[in-house]
C-alpha cells in the first residue's frame, strides 16, 4: 500500500460535527452585541480562516470588537462544548483505526487554532494523528494550499500521494491546489461535483483499500 502516503484530515464538520457548535456561537455572539445574524452568513464561513470569519461578522453581524478579540470568544465557547460532547462523523472512528493499524500516517489541517485541535485530537486513541496543522500557525489559511503542503511537508510525504478528506469549498480548493488526491463529504454546504474530487455522503464504507485505490489511480492517469 505504498502508494498512498498519508491522509490529511480537516475538523469542523470533518472530523467532528463542531459546525452547529460554531454556529451557535456566532448567533450568541452577535445578538448580545445587538446585531443580527442569519444562516446564510454562518454558512458564508465554513472553512474559513478564523480571522477573516471574525472580520466577516463585525462586518455583517454589527459587532463592534477586534476580529481577534470575536476568535477568542468563539474559540472558548466551541471548545467548551467539544470537551463536553464530541459528536464524530460517521465512519471516521473506524477509518481512523484502520489507517493506524495500516501504519499509514494521518494529519489533521484545520483552520481552528490550536488549542481546539488538541482538544479534539485528545479523545482518540494516541497516535490517531502525526501532526496538527491550523490555522494560527499558518500565513495563508484555506483556500491557499499552505496548511496541505505543511502537512505533507511535516511528514515527509508527496501530498500528490496523499488523501485529503474535506467538507467545504474552501478546503478541497486548498487540497486541490496543493495536488492531493480529494475525498468530499459535503455536510453543512453544498459541494460541486468535479473531476478532481471524489464525492461520498460519509466514511462509513471507505477503507483503506478504497484510498489506496484512488491513489493509484491518480499515479496511473499521470
Known amino acids: 500500500m505504498s502508494s498512498l502516503q498519508a491522509v490529511l484530515w480537516d475538523m469542523d464538520g470533518t472530523l467532528v460535527d463542531t459546525e452547529p457548535y460554531w454556529i451557535a456561537a456566532e448567533y450568541r455572539l452577535v445578538h448580545a452585541n445587538g446585531g443580527t445574524w442569519t444562516e446564510e452568513h454562518a454558512k458564508a464561513l465554513v472553512g474559513n480562516p478564523l480571522l477573516v470569519s471574525a472580520d466577516y461578522i463585525a462586518r455583517h453581524g454589527g459587532v463592534d470588537l477586534p476580529p481577534g478579540e470575536i476568535v477568542e470568544q468563539l474559540l472558548?465557547?466551541?471548545?467548551?462544548?467539544t470537551r463536553r460532547s464530541t459528536s464524530w462523523r460517521p465512519g471516521v472512528l473506524g477509518l481512523l483505526a484502520e489507517l493506524k493499524a495500516s501504519a499509514i500516517p494521518c494529519a489533521m489541517v484545520t483552520m481552528s487554532y490550536r488549542?481546539?485541535?488538541e482538544a479534539v485530537a485528545e479523545q482518540l486513541p494516541g497516535g490517531s494523528f502525526q501532526t496538527l496543522v491550523t490555522g494560527d500557525e499558518l500565513r495563508h489559511g484555506k483556500p491557499d494550499p499552505e496548511a496541505y503542503l505543511t502537512a505533507a511537508?511535516?511528514?515527509?510525504?508527496?501530498p500528490r500521494?496523499?488523501?485529503?478528506i474535506e467538507d467545504s469549498p474552501p478546503g478541497i480548493a486548498s487540497a486541490e491546489a496543493a495536488g492531493c488526491v480529494v475525498?468530499?463529504?459535503?455536510?453543512?454546504?453544498p459541494i460541486a461535483p468535479a473531476a478532481s474530487r471524489t464525492m461520498i455522503n460519509d466514511l462509513s464504507d471507505l477503507g483503506v483499500a478504497d484510498l489506496v485505490a484512488l491513489v493509484d489511480a491518480r499515479m496511473t492517469g499521470d
Open 115 to 117: 488549542n481546539l485541535a
Open 76 to 81: 472558548a465557547e466551541v471548545i467548551e462544548r
Open 153 to 158: 511537508a511535516r511528514l515527509g510525504v508527496d
Open 161 to 164: 500521494r496523499c488523501v485529503a
Open 183 to 189: 475525498v468530499a463529504v459535503p455536510n453543512q454546504v
